[in-house]
């Protein structure tokens, strides 16, 4: 059964509890729960983390806590019975240990320890104070440690200031604003002093501390090094005064046995001392450490026959110091002991021993000596400050280790009343002695007695130093063989006070022999008395004494036998007739000096003083005694303050007319005397005197009449001394009076009652008389009245004991008002005339209604004079926030009513006008001051106050000007952030004064100023401030955390929406006033709604249908609001404002309210279109604050950007963001980008004189100059982005306007600017870039891309795996899609990231520039890539039934074109996909485009050849050739053959016919480019290669047999063969499969692993097709599904032919190449794309040690150029272009040489594949079938085996830009080569004479001509071929097909402006024929293309080609 709880409300969760049962409420360790309901061991409760939240607990998990209870029942409050600091520890320890874990993370490692340190001091603390075993002292002592370590964290981690009174959190409520920010200020001073000095003693809160800081040293001795005293030591230690060349302390003693250590075994560790009472004059002084070293033994150290072993005297031994001064600043730093050596120095000359010491300090080295190095005092010291009860309370440590005080001589600079001391310090100076006959001087020791009246010697009177203990006699040390020593040694003198008096001192003099008996020999004595006969002690001097001679005999027993006696000369003087026969008789020759100096608080050496005291003795001379009272010393008087007392009163008393006047002097400088800092302490004494041993009861008569008389004479006074000084006594002199009244009174019951009031009535007459005297001319009367002013405010306690309230009020208003107006005093009197109010405000009596009521009007009046002339305003705040907090306290009382309404009326303009003063010039802390005041008085304010207020002004005008005036005090409240940012209480209580007043205010406003008095001025200024105040950073509420949040929310609520309400009513009240503030307000108001508060943008959003609607009314449209919205909205997302939610709610409220309107459809659109703006700049926001790529950021901006621009025409915004855009592809590098951006820029402006005003970085300019500068910088950064055809057009558009203005000298530089880069163009190197499609799938995806696909540009050297990975890491989240097919609408809707990238091949627009014949290959490398708008992409497919004995029939290529928005180059790196066609391509227009491309390969390498273009090496013809005769032989063109001439498919497709017959013609032209390719071979081959050439000759005649059965026109033998030994004959060889062998020697990224979809090799012309797929990542692991055998069924392509119509213009075809098993060949097979990996097991993998039917292929190898990694495009600069393409020969010779070549056109090509060479030995390992294998994501595995580059001594063909679909086959070691795309130029006549018989100059045309590259040589050997080959990524391009080439003519300057649309095609020559027609039947025409360069070349070309057509 539950039952409530009565007791155990309240616990602590001391064990975590998961909350495991039913109803389990989660808690963890140190949690709090309130309990509710209790049953058998269980509670039911909340959670205070989590009040909402109930459930239940066990109990033996709480520890129960005391609480109080309030409200009972169901909505009860619980707080806990605890010190308020326990909680604030509690709540605040807990908030700090997430911060703190944060601080680790942030690396503020530093932080992160000190913050571990202080939390568990506070820790500790807690649990002290939780303890309950401390003092109350020792608690307000945890107390302030606690609070100096919350603040201090709290200010390290930028958390709140929390303000306090006396250790304990304040409620602002409690207390007035004023006093709430005094307290702040406090806090942050002490946080700043805990932060520079932790834990020094600061004063308390409203302690005035006006006491000095006593300082003291603890000095401790470690430890005496010394080797060579072998004796007891004496160390004495003193402080020592430099500059005065005196001892300032007492001596510190310690006493050393022989071996170091202490003589008392107690001492151990214990030889401390602590010098005490330094004062910070002190401090300054020139002072040292010194050490004297006394040794006690023998006379002479090292002599040991100089005295007996047993006699031991006291002998000087060394000296050490330390100047205080050097180490100060190390004391001051530490705050514990620091270690510092004294060295020890011995005297040179013992006679000067007394000034060692100087001598050491002075460094006179002559005079000392060092014994050792190892002689040194080791002594630590500590510097403490305070008094001594606050040291032994802090350092009770130091106490514990038997600590000597040492004090100063003198007193200290405080005298404390209770400090009692009674010392007589003595010196003993020096001696003058006679020798007595003797030949050496006297070695002499001073005995010394302290002896009483009747002969007894005093015990223990007599101290050496502190630390030791007090004796009966001293002995000094012995100087040696010295007559006249001089000691110098001070001796403590502790006598006590009731024996001074007959006391005296004697000293004996002793000569110590040095004979063996070491006698101690009596030679004579002096005395002193302590006191003389007046009664004065001996004064502070030298006294030179008699020396009287004695021996040993002597007896001193009687010692008034020589007391008679004159002790010195001036005792001598006193007595002259001394008989002579007396037994002491005087050495008249010998003298003894000592000095002596008494501090002592109760004897004295003054005489007037005594004579003063024992005025009755001598009464005739009371008037000097009095006078001369002035002039003893102050120790003095405060010593015997009671007593001097006494006696002035008795002597006034005595006779009041004849020493009055005397005794009110001296009465006021003993007053005055106390109000010295020194003897401040001794007001108590007085104050207690008064009130307990006083007893003048006639004396009030006197001193009032004396005062009076004082304050009358002060008008006519030149000196005024006196009179001010008997002003500063007023407050003792009024307490003698009063007290005195109160004694008479008492006595007499009351009499005299009306004359004592009237004469204090008289007395106030005065006051004010000397207060209302113009002291303008007189600084003297100045004085009085300053003096007068401040003693005032003293005088109002005394008077209440005597006067009503109302009475003393009266009283001090009359004189208040005396005082004249600020006009006519100079500013030092206004200073005190304030201070006086000030302390009177501060005075008891203003706490007293009834006072206020009759002071407050005058304070009031003089405050509101000074703040309206700006003086004294730091002061004046003080007395305000006095009065505020006063009125405060007494809340309560119903007169609090009339006096807020006095200072309304009296301050509140004023007040306003000073802040805006003091706004203005920035003055924080008066500033602060001030608007604590007002916020004071506006707190105080209630409807009462504020009706009077608004209903006192007498005019609108004066409403206005005071509602402008607040409003505006309270915007510059806000903006100027009097408070500092973590004074969070401030500035909450802050907000809601502003807010509870403005909700009073706004209702004048309305009332007043809206209907025909509409002021735009006030509204728009209340509007302001609103918006300001909702958009306070104090009151965003989301960023604090929920705790902090809570209790701001139950205290004020949300103010945020209580400001909204009130702005939208008042927006509401305006009417069809509301068109004034469109589109003013529109910003303020947007600003309002991105606050991130729901029910505020619930309540402001609508205001904007409501200013649309307005302006509709109006104009008709609600253009500005849309213009002005959009504007303010694109600032205020970038600041960080604004969220989805905002978007959606915006859209959904605005859209309501729209739809009811008539304009509907304008405002649907415009609200979408801002929603639509929103999207965009968030996601923009988004990206620019997160640490995203470039690519992101520049894809959003330019996102936004052309929204601007197209959807909302913001020309402005839209330049911005071409700005931005530009900045960001600049600091990513994209200078070509950047170029582009600018341009659109540019492309706005006109080149027009229109003056343009500033803009952003740009000044004031005119048109034509801004268009100039852009111009310039665009071309710069197309010249740094390598893009120089692009900056050519805009050198030639600068260089038009140049010359029209005749500017020759510009047009010079930029004429030279376009030359340069011409001259660039031709000779520097440039890569081609590779393109990627990626598409963007999914709702989580930014706006700007979601399900959207996009064509990137890549980086330089970047492929499509570097690419892949660089996208995945942009996007973290997203997956890679393994397929090509485009998603379906699951994955376009789902709240997820998919990738999906796959290369794509460029398709250029400038075909023109591409097929003219004598552009060189460098610039239409350029134009294959850059302005390329349209991209493709292929993909295999089987239509209908596949043959398994040839699959080329049913092999279809699906072709995707992607046409893009715009053209790459452009504004961004990627552009979006426009459109999309899919084609489709038939087998046989593939086979006649991959036989087309290979013979244009094959004619552009041999013309190569010819024309020497390549040096020495023929390694990639001998490949070529063997590639295409081989691939023949073993089946190459076979496949084709079986395909497509097969009658029944001749019969099935009877509209083949035209493309059937061009396969032929194309293989019987491939036949005659071999022949010509073989000629060119006999030629250059090198003759260990003639066995691989002979080969060639004898499969070449092989390959022509088996084609003469198809071709019977081929039985003629080609010329170029005919010089070869091999018999040829016309066979036609079949083509063969390819063996297992070979299968397993395919590149692992072959088609065969595409998509399952099987490729089979056919010939040389095997098909090239690349798949879709192959542009993805493949990464499975498999087996191998069928037989090598079986792979080659699925390995047969189709090629279609793009001659035909209705065929692609471009095609990307894969070759696969089969090798026969009778043949040692690798299979040269065209892989699908590198991007189609897969990570195959070693197991799967081909061998690198191959069978020897492969050696042929390995020797080949050898041949190979070694790996080079450099780019292709610096590879093959020069290339040979045909058709546009550059023939791949490289790629190509390593394919032909390795095996599985890929598809040139397909840009998804690996490293490899691309322009260098691979080999790869990976099995295949795929299951074959017809579905694709599913794909893991994201996992990368490359090639092990890297690419061999070609040589660049090998045809220097641009390699990397084909687009290629030739293969071939390998055979012998040497496999075809692929390329794709290549046509037939037009061709040239017909020639008759072979290649054989062609003239050698036609041949060797340009041998002589410098070769463009030089050779580079390169080896290789075998098994670096195999094992260390890494693919490098190259581009491959392909040039549009289905071209009809033009004859080649003059070509234009200039390419057409690459930016600009396409030009139209240039016009052909009608004359041209095209040759191809003439000459045989073709199916279309072929492209053509020429090879770069000369008219040789052309016409070495020609001769080929005419040989050609001989055969």
């Not at 033994?297 to 050490?320: E, F, I, Q, T, V």
């Not at 514990?336 to 060692?356: A, G, R």
């Not at 309560?892 to 009296?906: G, I, T």
């Not at 001749?1546 to 000629?1575: C, F, R, S, W, Y």
Request: hydrophobic share 35%.
């Amino acid at each position: 059964m539950w039952t409530p709880t009565e007791e155990e409300k309240y616990g602590v969760v001391i064990c975590s509890f998961r909350g495991s049962v039913p109803q389990g409420l989660v808690l963890e360790i140190g949690e709090t729960v309130q309990i509710l309901e209790k049953c058998e061991g269980w509670y039911r409760g909340v959670s205070t983390k989590k009040p909402n939240v109930k459930g239940i607990f066990p109990a033996n998990y709480i520890h129960l806590k005391k609480a109080i209870v309030s409200n009972r029942g169901q909505y009860e409050t619980v707080v806990p019975l605890e010190d308020s600091i326990v909680t604030e520890v509690t709540a605040t320890l807990q908030e700090w240990a997430s911060l703190w874990k944060q601080l680790y993370v942030k690396h503020k490692v530093d932080l992160f320890y000190k913050l571990r340190h202080v939390m568990n001091e506070l820790i500790d603390l807690r649990r002290q104070l939780l303890s309950g075993h401390l003092t109350q002292d020792q608690v307000r002592e945890v107390k302030r440690h606690i609070t100096v370590r919350l603040d201090w964290g709290n200010e390290h981690l930028g958390l709140d200031l929390v303000p306090r009174k006396d250790f304990e959190v304040v409620d602002s409520d409690q207390i007035s604003v004023s006093d709430l920010y005094k307290m702040h200020l406090s806090s942050r001073q002490s946080v700043q002093q805990s932060t520079s000095q932790v834990d020094t003693m600061r004063p308390r809160h409203g302690e005035t501390c006006r006491m000095p800081v006593p300082h003291h040293f603890f000095l401790s001795l470690k430890s005496f090094t010394y080797n060579t005293i072998g004796e007891d030591t004496d160390v004495f230690f003193s402080l020592y005064d430099m500059r005065e060349g005196k001892q300032i302390s007492e001596r510190f003693l310690v006493r050393l046995n022989k071996n170091g250590g202490p003589r008392n075994p107690e001492k151990i560790e214990r030889m401390c001392a602590l010098f005490t009472d330094l004062s910070s004059k002190d401090m300054k002084r020139d002072l040292y450490i010194v050490a004297h070293v006394i040794r006690i033994g023998r006379m002479l150290l090292n002599d040991s026959k100089k005295g007996p072993p047993h006699l031991h005297y006291r002998r000087p031994y060394g000296c050490a110091v330390l100047s205080i001064l050097d180490v100060l600043q190390s004391l001051t730093e530490v705050k514990e002991e620091k270690d510092f050596v004294l060295k020890v120095y011995t005297c040179n000359n013992e006679s000067e021993w007394s000034q060692i010491h100087e001598n050491i300090i002075r460094k006179s080295s002559a005079k000392y000596s060092a014994p050792s190095a190892s002689h040194g005092l080791i002594i630590s010291l500590q510097l403490l400050r305070g008094d001594m009860e606050q040291i032994r309370r802090e350092n009770p440590m130091v106490f514990n280790r038997g600590l000597a005080i040492t004090r100063k001589l003198g007193f200290p600079d405080v005298i404390m009343p209770g400090d009692i001391r009674n010392d007589l310090y003595l010196t003993l100076e020096k001696g003058d002695f006679e020798r007595g006959g003797k030949s050496v001087q006297k070695n002499i020791e001073v005995t010394m007695y302290v002896l009483y009246a009747d002969g007894e010697i005093l015990k223990d009177c007599i101290s050496l130093g502190s630390g030791e203990t007090n004796r009966s006699s001293y002995h000094s040390f012995v100087l040696y063989h010295s007559n006249s020593p001089r000691w110098g040694e001070i001796i403590k003198l502790p006598i006590p006070i009731d024996r001074f008096r007959g006391s005296h001192l004697r000293f004996e003099f002793r000569h110590c022999s040095t004979k063996d008996k070491g006698e101690k020999k009596l030679f004579g004595f002096a005395f002193s008395p302590l006191m003389r006969d007046d009664g004065t002690t001996l004064s502070d001097d030298i006294h030179e004494l008699y020396v009287y001679k004695c021996d040993e005999n002597s007896t001193f027993n009687n010692h008034a036998l020589y007391l008679g006696l004159p002790c010195c000369k001036e005792d001598y003087n006193g007595c002259p007739n001394i008989p002579s026969s007396l037994i002491f008789q005087r050495s008249t020759k010998e003298s003894f000096f000592i000095s002596t100096q008494l501090s002592s608080t109760k004897l004295t050496q003054n005489v007037d003083l005594l004579a003063l005291l024992k005025w009755k003795a001598f009464p005739d001379r009371i008037m000097d005694v009095l006078g001369r009272l002035r002039h003893v010393s102050g120790e003095e008087i405060v010593k015997f303050l009671q007593d001097i007392l006494d006696t002035l009163f008795v002597i006034l008393d005595d006779n009041t007319e004849k020493y009055g006047l005397l005794v009110f002097q001296s009465l006021v400088f003993i007053i005055n005397l106390l109000r010295d800092i020194k003897y401040f302490h001794f007001r108590p004494v007085m104050d207690t005197y008064i009130q307990k041993h006083f007893a003048g009861a006639l004396a009030y008569k006197e001193l009032i009449r004396c005062l009076k008389w004082y304050m009358d004479c002060s008008a006519e006074l030149i000196r005024q001394d006196h009179i001010q000084e008997a002003m500063r006594a007023l407050e003792y002199l009024f307490k003698f009076i009063v007290q005195s009244r109160i004694l008479y009174s008492r006595a007499t019951c009351g009499m005299e009652e009306e004359q004592f009031r009237s004469s204090i009535q008289e007395l106030f007459q005065s006051i004010r008389f000397v207060l209302s005297l113009d002291s303008r001319n007189s600084e003297t009367l100045l004085f009085t009245q300053a003096a007068l002013l401040n003693s005032f405010p003293t005088i109002f306690d005394e008077l209440l004991q005597m006067f009503t309230v109302q009475e003393v009020a009266e009283f001090v208003r009359g004189t208040l008002g005396s005082m004249p107006s600020t006009v006519h005093i100079g500013q030092s009197m206004d200073v005190v005339k304030l201070q006086s109010i000030a302390r009177t405000v501060d005075s008891r009596l203003f706490s007293f209604s009834e006072s206020r009521r009759i002071l407050l009007p005058v304070v009031l009046h003089h405050i509101h004079l000074h703040l309206r002339q700006q003086k004294e305003l730091l002061i004046c705040s003080g007395i305000l926030g006095s009065i505020f907090s006063i009125v405060k306290t007494s809340s309560l009382e119903a007169d609090v009513m009339e006096e807020v309404e006095m200072m309304v009326e009296s301050l509140l303009d004023v007040l306003l006008q000073t802040l805006l003063t003091i706004m203005s010039k920035s003055h924080a802390q008066e500033a602060g001051e001030y608007v604590s005041c007002l916020l004071s008085l506006l707190r105080q304010m209630c409807d009462t106050h504020f009706q009077h207020l608004l209903d006192n002004f007498q005019s609108k005008d004066e409403l206005k000007e005071f509602l402008l005036k607040i409003f505006c005090v309270f915007r510059n409240l806000m903006k100027m952030s009097v408070f500092p940012r973590d004074w969070m209480v401030m500035r909450l209580l802050t907000s809601n004064i502003i807010v509870t007043t403005v909700q009073y205010l706004s209702s004048a406003l309305h009332k007043n100023f809206t209907e025909t008095d509409f002021d735009f001025k006030v509204w728009n200024s209340y509007f302001s401030l609103a918006v300001l105040f909702i958009n306070q950073p104090s009151l965003q509420l989301e960023i604090i955390t929920s705790a902090k949040r809570k209790k701001i929310l139950d205290k004020y609520g949300d103010m945020r929406v209580m400001m909204a309400y009130e702005l939208f009513s008042m927006w509401q009240n305006l009417g069809e006033h509301k068109i004034h503030f469109i589109p003013g307000m529109i910003g303020p108001f947007l600003g309002v709604t991105l606050v991130p508060q729901p029910e505020v943008r619930n309540i402001m959003i609508p205001i904007f249908h409501d200013m649309m609607d307005w302006e509709q009314r109006k104009n008709g449209n609600f253009k500005q609001v849309e213009a002005e919205l959009i504007d303010k909205l694109d600032s205020m997302v970038s600041e960080g404002k604004g969220d989805e939610s905002y978007r959606e709610l915006f859209s959904l409220l605005l859209l309501e309210k729209v739809e009811q309107e008539t304009w509907r459809e304008t405002g649907i659109s415009f609200v979408t279109s801002v929603t639509r703006l929103m999207e965009r700049l968030l996601d923009y926001r988004d990206c620019m604050k997160g640490e995203e790529t470039e690519n992101k950021k520049i894809g959003c901006t330019v996102n936004l950007m052309n929204f601007y621009k197209s959807e909302i025409n913001k020309e402005e915004m839209y330049i911005r963001y071409i700005h931005k855009l530009c900045d960001m592809h600049l600091q990513a590098e994209n200078y070509t980008e950047a170029a582009f951006t600018l341009l659109l820029y540019c492309e706005l402006l006109q080149w027009e004189d229109r003056p343009l005003r500033e803009f952003l970085h740009y000044p004031s300019q005119t048109e034509w100059q801004r268009k100039e500068g852009l111009c310039r910088k665009i071309i710069h950064y197309f010249n740094k982005g390598k893009s120089w055809e692009f900056g050519i057009p805009l050198c030639r558009e600068l260089a038009c306007q140049y010359e029209s203005l005749y500017d020759y000298q510009s047009l010079s530089w930029i004429r030279k600017m376009e030359a340069s880069y011409y001259d660039n163009i031709m000779e520097q190197q440039r890569l081609e870039p590779e393109f990627f499609r990626v598409g963007f799938y999914g709702r989580k995806f930014p706006f700007f891309l979601r399900n959207k696909e996009y064509v990137c540009r890549g980086h330089d050297y970047e492929r499509l795996e570097a690419f892949q990975q660089r996208m995945l890491s942009e996007f973290p989240q997203a997956v890679a899609m393994q397929h090509p097919n485009h998603p379906d609408d699951a994955i376009l809707q789902c709240d997820a990231q998919y990738l999906q990238i796959y290369a794509v091949t460029p398709i250029p627009d400038y075909v023109d520039v591409l097929q003219m014949d004598r552009v060189p290959d460098r610039v239409k490398s350029f134009y294959r890539v850059n302005n390329v708008r349209k991209f493709r992409y292929d993909r295999p497919f089987h239509k209908g039934p596949k043959d398994k004995e040839n699959e080329f029939k049913s092999l279809w290529i699906e072709r995707t074109t992607l046409t893009l928005t715009h053209s790459l180059p452009g504004i961004s790196r990627w552009f979006e996909v426009e459109r999309r066609e899919l084609v489709e391509v038939s087998p046989l227009e593939n086979a006649i485009q991959v036989v087309e491309n290979k013979n244009q390969e094959l004619r552009s390498l041999i013309s190569q050849y010819q024309h020497k273009q390549v040096h020495g090496n023929i390694n990639l013809l001998s490949m070529c050739l063997n590639g295409v005769i081989d691939a023949a032989v073993n089946g190459g063109v076979a496949r084709y053959q079986e395909a497509f001439f097969d009658k029944d498919y001749i019969n099935k497709h009877p509209g083949d016919a035209e493309k059937i017959t061009q396969l032929k013609e194309l293989m019987q032209e491939q036949v005659h480019v071999l022949g010509v390719g073989l000629a060119v071979h006999e030629k250059f081959v090198h003759p260990e290669m003639r066995p691989l050439h002979k080969k060639l000759i004898d499969q070449f005649q092989m390959m022509r047999a088996s084609l003469y059965h198809e071709f019977p026109g081929l039985d003629k033998l080609s010329p170029a063969c005919s010089g070869t030994s091999t018999p040829r004959g016309n066979v036609l060889a079949s083509h063969s499969p390819m063996s297992p062998e070979s299968i397993k020697m395919t590149h692992r990224h072959s088609p065969m692993n595409l998509m399952g979809t099987g490729r089979h090799s056919s010939s040389s012309l095997s098909s090239h097709a690349s798949s879709e797929a192959g542009n993805m990542v493949m990464l499975g692991d498999g087996s191998m599904g069928d037989a090598p055998e079986d792979l080659y069924h699925h390995m047969q392509l189709a090629y279609p032919n793009p001659r035909y119509q209705g065929s692609i213009t471009n095609v990307s075809v894969l070759s696969s190449s089969q090798a026969s098993p009778s043949s040692s060949s690798l299979s040269s097979t065209h892989s699908a794309p590198s991007q189609m990996i897969t990570s195959a097991p070693s197991s799967a993998r081909g061998s690198p040690s191959l069978p020897d039917k492969y050696r042929h292929a390995r020797e080949m190898m050898l041949l190979l150029p070694t790996y080079r990694d450099r780019p292709s495009s610096a590879m093959y600069p020069a290339a040979i272009l045909e058709n546009g393409q550059p023939p791949n020969f490289q790629r190509a010779l390593f394919q032909q040489v390795v095996g599985a070549c890929k598809p040139c056109s397909d840009p998804n090509l690996s490293v490899a594949e691309k322009g260098h060479y691979s080999l790869h030995f990976d099995a295949f390992h795929h299951p074959l079938g017809d579905t694709p294998p599913a794909l893991p994501a994201r996992t990368l595995r490359k090639s092990p085996l890297h690419p061999i580059p070609a040589s660049p001594t090998s045809p220097q063909s641009g390699l990397d830009g084909s687009n290629s679909t030739l293969s071939g086959s390998a055979s012998s070691g040497v496999s075809s080569l692929s390329e794709s795309n290549f046509g037939h130029s037009s061709e040239a006549p017909p020639r008759t004479d072979t290649m054989d018989s062609m003239p050698s100059q036609a041949w060797n045309a340009d041998e002589d001509l410098e070769p463009p590259y030089l050779p580079v040589h390169y080896s290789l050997s075998e098994s670096a071929v195999l094992d260390s080959i890494k693919a490098q990524p190259c581009r491959s391009h392909s040039a549009p097909g289905c071209v009809i080439p033009q004859d080649p003519m003059d070509p234009p300057a200039l390419p057409p402006k690459p930016y600009h649309p396409r030009l139209p095609a240039l016009e052909h020559d009608e004359g041209v024929l095209l040759r191809e027609e003439t000459e045989r039947p073709r199916g279309l025409h072929r492209k053509a293309s020429l090879p770069p360069g000369s008219t040789k070349e052309e016409q070495a070309r020609m001769a080929w080609e005419h040989g050609r057509g001989e055969q």
